[in-house]
């Protein structure tokens, strides 16, 4: 496979040769920078026959002793040195130019930074090289190669860079990652973390092809292969558990979500300074690659818990004090300590809330003390209590501490409930019921 076929030229144009057929040979096996890449070195190459022609014109010239053209003659000496210098300066750090996506690495995820920063000085190498291509020296040569410079060149940067994000937004709707909504730690399913990402690579693909701007598409691209990392990384056997955890956290997926957004908001009717978007690129590179720890599953929630059980009344304070032993052996467990589950940990979290949701509702909702007007409210929360209870039960399954639930806490639970209705229709009774007769004195 080859760009170019480079013909044999002159001793003025041998190093022009040399250098178009050894970037030819690097190019071929590029897999990025591949449209601009073959259209630079089929432009040089097309300038390096233009300089040869006018070189082969001035011979004939000179061997029918006819005077040479000047004019060509000026302008293929002028170009000779241009074109070199050119092709010397048309230099990548092929480190990643064999790879469609940006390298990532386990052991240093600094090396994945670099490997965006190396993706970035390529593309401006490229962008360089394509508006030397352009220069009055080239177009000078014959108004044929004028008019064949000025097209495909800042097509096939934007070629590229909608390939890159084409590569990542195939890899984000893929099944490689297996990465879910409910994948994300301390994230709701509904808060679509995975699927709104991979709409909002969709729409910025999209708006690359309608709205390209190759002067605000390097941030724009930088932004979308940062996204990449965690997709790719958490998929990786070696990435230590703690980090895999980092990347898949909610403080991780929301910052890229916000990223994504800006971008999308820039390339529609919001644009933004190259110096905004560079500055939201380390802001999500400062977050991807600051590790930090998932949070305590229970935290203040269980202080919580006890102040609002002490505001619970009969017939629901005493299955509110066992709702909160039930808590504190769960946060006890060391299996429950080390859930790492997404969805598991979710699960915890959200039932927590639930609990502490049902006792703000038992503390308030039985105001009635007095009158005991509150039939339908008991009916209510009873329901709930149970429901709070079951879950429970599946948890203490699910932890190994079914012994722990069948001789202690289920046991609690029965007599609670037992002590929290007696009391509170025994309490009714003597509150309501006639009073004591008095004796005549």
């Not at 390096?48 to 060509?72: F, L, R, S, V, W």
């Not at 990223?259 to 560079?278: F, I, M, P, R």
């Not at 609002?308 to 629901?316: D, H, I, K, T, Y």
Request: proline share 2%; glycine share 2%; charged share 30%.
């Amino acid at each position: 496979m080859s760009f170019i076929n480079v013909a044999e030229g002159d001793p003025a144009t041998k190093m022009i040769k040399l250098l178009l057929r050894h970037i030819n040979k690097e190019a071929v096996h590029f897999k990025r920078f591949k449209a601009s890449s073959k259209q630079i070195l089929t432009k040089a190459n097309d300038i390096y026959n233009a300089i040869q022609q006018h070189i082969e014109d001035i011979k004939k010239k000179t061997e029918k002793a006819e005077e040479p053209d000047q004019t060509k003659y000026k302008a293929y000496t002028e170009a000779i040195p241009r074109l070199e210098r050119l092709l010397l300066d048309y230099t990548y750090d092929i480190r990643d130019m064999s790879s469609e996506f940006v390298n990532h690495s386990v052991k240093n995820f600094r090396t994945s930074v670099a490997s965006i920063e190396r993706w970035a000085n390529n593309w401006q190498v490229t962008v360089k090289i394509v508006e030397q291509l352009k220069s009055k020296e080239f177009q000078e040569l014959s108004e044929e190669l004028k008019k064949n410079l000025e097209t495909g060149l800042a097509e096939s940067v934007k070629q590229d860079d909608i390939d890159m994000i084409k590569e990542v937004q195939s890899y984000a709707k893929g099944s490689e990652h297996k990465l879910k909504d409910d994948s994300i730690f301390e994230a709701a399913p509904e808060d679509k973390m995975v699927t709104g990402l991979t709409e909002l690579i969709d729409k910025i693909a999209i708006q690359m092809d309608t709205k390209y701007d190759q002067a605000s598409a390097q941030p724009v691209v930088k932004t979308v292969l940062l996204v990449y990392l965690p997709f790719a990384l958490t998929t990786d056997n070696e990435v230590d558990s703690k980090w895999a955890e980092h990347l898949k956290s909610k403080k991780v997926w929301k910052e890229m979500n916000h990223a994504l957004k800006e971008v999308v908001g820039h390339l529609t009717d919001k644009a933004k300074s190259n110096e905004q978007l560079e500055e939201n690129c380390k802001a999500l590179e400062q977050v991807i690659f600051t590790f930090t720890e998932l949070p305590e599953l229970f935290g203040p929630q269980l202080l919580q818990m006890i102040n609002l059980a002490g505001q619970v009344r009969r017939p629901f304070h005493g299955r509110s004090v066992v709702l909160v032993y039930m808590w504190y052996h769960m946060a006890l467990s060391k299996d429950v300590k080390a859930e790492r589950s997404a969805a598991n940990r979710r699960a915890i979290s959200t039932s927590i809330k639930q609990s502490i949701e049902l006792l703000v509702s038992a503390s308030t909702k039985l105001r009635g003390a007095t009158t005991f007007n509150d039939a339908n409210e008991v009916q209510e929360l009873t329901s709930k209590f149970t429901s709070r209870s079951a879950e429970l039960e599946k948890f203490y399954s699910l932890y190994k501490l079914g012994e722990k639930w069948t001789s202690d806490i289920n046991v609690q639970l029965v007599n609670a409930t037992k002590v929290d209705n007696e009391h509170y229709v025994q309490t009714k009774a003597r509150v309501q019921g006639p009073r004591p007769a008095r004796t005549a004195t």
